[in-house]
């Protein structure tokens, strides 16, 4: 509304401006006067017509006419609108302490006492962090990097204050940096602490309504700065994996046929003798995909009794069709089934496996519909503000977790278990369909395509959802499956 307010202003001027500029030049020759008076009245008439002309210009293009030039290295109020960003391909992270302090009237006279950052941080309000951080964030700092060839390996740098009583600076990289480029920064923003910015101290009034100053410098030596990127990490690494760490037991094939109790992926299945085999809506016997005796399951909240079974159709369709069956584990059993799966294979399993568990530990997935929650509040917890104010430092730093974790994580997680996490090919069903409470993957079966033994679709992830309490309950029946693949 405002621009269309200013062009209509803008416009209204540069008619007036030409009105003006007419009625002077007819003037000029109707009137009866001696030159040197109509020159003088002229003259008024054109400052007249220069005034609402500028004005016009001004409104109605949004354009300058007059210029400053800013030579003053301690105003960092430079428009980078018009700059393009090129993409970080990292993120390295400095450290630095601010303080604040207060003038108090002693019997000696004023004197100047220091606050920690961790005190200062408690008396400033949300809006006071936001400001001071935009004080920095909203320049383009990186300009004043006077080394030519550090400048070309930078992005961006922002700055955000900590609630440990530090400022953490983000610094978006564009290609690795050396050691002496490490020391460059650091240099860099220690001269810009101290010398232009960081002589601009803020003024605020702590809870008690007492004058304070925030300052990034102090006079007593104990001012420092470091590099910690390699540091925060190694944290972060570790507490993604306490935090997410769970029991499972990892599947291993055994090409041995198994028996009708063992634990298998294909085969005659358990089925009591009063029960029937199930069926698909076609009236065709189901596959047998999954079999675990629970009595060799040790994990919080499972059963350690009965016989879990996962069956599903012959046909390969969407959607899925698959039946639960959940029988205790000292029934007397039929001995005479088809073995379904050596009649009808399907695309990714062709044969029956014997399987061998062996409890291990699984981490959340980045596929996992709650894994960039968990991120964020691990951030939050290291860096100290919410990882959603610093795109810069969080979204290079996940790309960097992304990239690392299949090295140091993932690489000994078990692409098929029982318990664990779920992973998906494309994306997490549960965060859109209905399903958000079966939090826990009761059966995954990856593709063991460099082994050519069980291939999920184009190279896709088989994966059995339940519910914890389900679980307790023994609610098997409620068990969701489906597949994706790419």
């Known amino acids: 509304m405002m621009k269309i307010i200013k062009k209509l202003l803008g416009i209204i001027f540069l008619v007036m401006s030409i009105f003006i500029a ?3 030049i007819y003037g000029f ?22 005034v609402p002309f500028l004005l016009g210009i001004k409104l109605l293009f949004n354009y300058s006419i007059f210029k400053k030039k800013n030579d003053n290295k301690t105003d960092l109020k430079v428009d980078n609108s018009k700059k393009k960003k090129e993409k970080s391909i990292d993120t390295y ?17 004023e004197e100047w006492k220091y606050f920690t950052g961790k005190e200062v941080y408690n ?12 004080s920095w964030n909203s320049n383009n700092i990186v300009e004043y990097i006077s080394n030519v060839s550090l400048k070309k390996k930078i992005s961006d740098i922002q700055l955000y204050l900590n609630k440990n009583g530090t400022c953490r600076f983000f610094v978006g990289v564009l290609e690795e940096l050396s050691e002496a480029d490490k020391n460059l920064i650091i240099n860099f923003i220690k001269g810009q602490l101290s010398d232009g910015w960081g002589e601009g101290n803020f003024d605020y009034e702590d809870e008690k309504g007492e004058q304070f100053e925030l300052s990034f410098w102090k006079n007593d030596g104990s001012w420092y700065i470091k590099y910690i990127e390699d540091e925060l990490f ?60 629970l009595k060799d399951i040790k994990l919080d909240g499972y059963p350690n009794d009965g016989i879990m079974e996962i069956f599903i159709s012959q046909e390969y369709n969407y959607p899925y069709e698959y039946k639960i069956k959940y029988f205790k584990d000292n029934l007397k059993y039929k001995t005479d089934l088809p073995n379904v799966l050596k009649e009808n294979t399907i695309p990714y399993i062709e044969k029956e496996y014997k399987i061998k568990l062996d409890r291990t530990i699984d981490y959340m997935r980045i596929s996992d519909f709650r894994y960039w929650d968990v991120l964020k ?17 969080f979204n290079n730093y996940k790309h960097k977790y992304s990239k690392d974790f299949d090295k140091i994580i993932y690489s000994k997680c078990p692409k098929i278990s029982i318990g664990g996490y779920a992973d998906f090919t494309q994306e997490d069903p549960r965060s859109y369909e209905d399903i958000a409470d079966k939090t826990e993957c009761i059966f995954k079966l990856d593709s063991l395509y460099d082994q050519k033994r069980i291939i999920i679709g184009d190279v896709g992830i088989l994966f059995a959802l339940i519910s914890m309490e389900d679980i307790k309950d023994k609610k098997f029946e409620n068990i969701y499956v489906d597949y994706d693949c790419m």
């Open 22 to 24: 007419i009625v002077g």
């Open 93 to 109: 992270i400095i450290e630095s302490p601010f303080y604040g302090y207060k003038v108090l009237e002693t019997e000696n006279g």
């Open 29 to 50: 020759f109707d009137m009866d006067l001696e030159v040197s008076s109509k020159i003088a009245i002229e003259l008024i008439i054109f400052i007249v017509f220069l």
């Open 123 to 134: 008396w400033l309000s949300n809006d006071d962090i936001d400001g001071i951080n935009w």
């Open 234 to 293: 190694e944290k972060f690494i570790n507490m993604f994996k306490c935090q997410t760490e769970k029991e499972c037991y990892k599947i291993d094939l055994i090409d041995e046929t198994p028996g009708i109790l063992d634990n298998k992926i294909g085969g005659s299945p358990y089925i009591p003798i009063e029960e029937e085999y199930p069926l698909d809506v076609k009236g065709n016997p189901m596959i047998l995909l999954l079999q675990v005796n």
């Open 377 to 393: 509040e691990i951030a939050n917890n290291i860096y100290g503000i919410n990882p959603d104010e610093y795109d810069l430092g």
